[in-house]
C-alpha cells in the first residue's frame, strides 16, 4: 500500500500575525495553506516542515506556530532553516525533531520507506551546511538500511537553481552530501526548501525536489531577489512500497 507525504517549507512566520514580509501577511498564508491541506489531504501519513518556520526566531513564534500544527502534531516532523534558531524550535517541537550532537534531524520510517531529515542551518548565515559530522551520521544512517527506499529532506537544495543571488546563499558543502548519497543506491529523492520557487532535477538516480514557500514566491532564474505573484503551495509526495514515487505541487489561492 502506498503512502502519502506533504512538504511545506519556508513559512516565515512572525509573532505579529499582522506582519508582512515583501508586502505579503506571512501568517495568513501560512492558514491559508493549512486549511488547504486540512481539505484535501487530512489523512496524509506525515506532513514535513522544511526550515525557515520562522522569520524572527521568536520563542513566542514557534509557539504560536505549534498551536496552528496542534492537529498535525503526532504526524509531524520539522527540520531548520537558515532564518530559525535551534533552540526554540526544540523546545517548540521536541517530539517532532530528534538532536544530534547540536543538529536538529529526524528519522522515521513510513511502510517500506526511511524518510531522514538534515539540519543544514548555520547560525548567523543565510548559507546552510550540514558538516563532517552530521554527513557520517547520515551515512551510517542509509548504511544501516541499504534496501529501504529513502528519501531525505533538507532546507538548502545541494545543486543549482539558475538564480546567481541563491546560489550564493546555497548549501556550502553540496558535494561532500553528494558524495555520500551516491555511496547508497536506495534514496530515491532530496527534496529542500530556501528557494521559494517549483525546481526539479535529476542526478543519476536521485531527483532533486524544491518546494515552494507557504508565503513569498521567488521568480526563477533571476540575478537579483524578485517576488513572484504566483500563489503559494506544497509539496505531494506518493511512495509506493517498491521504491517508485510521484511527487507534485499543489498551489493554494490566496482569499480575502
Known sequence: MSVRILQLTDCHLMADPHAELKEICTRKRFAGVLSAITT?????????????????????TYAALREMLAD?????RVIPGNHDDREPLRQAFRDQT?????????????????LIGLDSHRPGELSGELGVEQLAW????LGSEPSRPTGLFVHHPPISVNSAWLDRIGLVDA????TVLRRHAQVRFVSCGHVHQERSAVLG??????????????RPETAALEVDVIDPGYRVFNLVPDGQFQSWVERV???E
Open 40 to 60: 484535501h489531504h487530512a489523512d496524509v501519513d506525515l506532513l514535513v516542515v522544511s526550515g525557515d518556520l520562522t522569520h524572527d526566531e521568536r520563542p513566542e
Open 72 to 76: 498535525w502534531l503526532p504526524r509531524l
Open 98 to 114: 530528534e538532536q544530534v550532537a547540536e543538529r536538529l534531524v529526524f528519522v522515521h520510517d513510513l511502510s517500506s520507506w526511511r
Open 138 to 141: 547520515l551515512d551510517e544512517q
Open 175 to 178: 558535494d561532500s552530501l553528494l
Open 205 to 218: 538516480s536521485i531527483q532533486i525536489l524544491a518546494t515552494p514557500s507557504t508565503g513569498v514566491q521567488f
Open 253 to 255: 489561492e490566496e482569499t
